[in-house]
């Protein structure tokens, strides 16, 4: 399969399909002519890449994660599951510091726009 038919078949750029291939995320093999052909799980790995990559992980994870992806793009296999256990952990963290950060901002504004009020009467 050549890089437009991969393209097409995934909804993903041509530009995105290099990118994964320069990443490690994508195996490729190359015509005498130095076009890309890509395999026949071509279609089923980069789903698995943006299924990981809607989960929060970056290239550089996925690059080691990816050959422990099974069946559809969101089986994997148990030793991944600690893993994913601490990304999850991580981005509620990120989440919770975001809320704090949220209240304290709408506060401010609260404040602010009180003030403004009173000024104005």
């Not at 299924?51 to 550089?60: C, E, I, S």
């Not at 989440?95 to 009020?117: K, N, P, Y």
Request: proline share 5%.
């Amino acid at each position: 399969m050549k890089i437009g038919e991969l393209a097409r078949e995934t909804g993903v750029s041509v530009r995105l399909l290099r990118y994964y291939e320069e990443q490690g995320l994508l195996a490729t093999e190359r015509t005498p002519g130095g076009q890309r052909v890509y395999g026949p799980d071509a279609p089923a790995v980069v789903r698995r890449i943006r299924a990981l990559l809607g989960a929060g992980l970056p290239t550089r994870v996925i690059a080691e994660v990816l050959d422990c992806v099974c069946g559809s793009e969101a089986e994997i296999e148990p030793c991944l599951s600690p893993m994913l256990v601490a990304r999850l952990d991580a981005i509620d963290e990120q989440i919770h510091d975001l809320q704090g950060a949220r209240s304290s901002l709408a506060a401010l504004v609260a404040s602010t726009e009180g003030r403004q009020l009173a000024t104005a009467d």
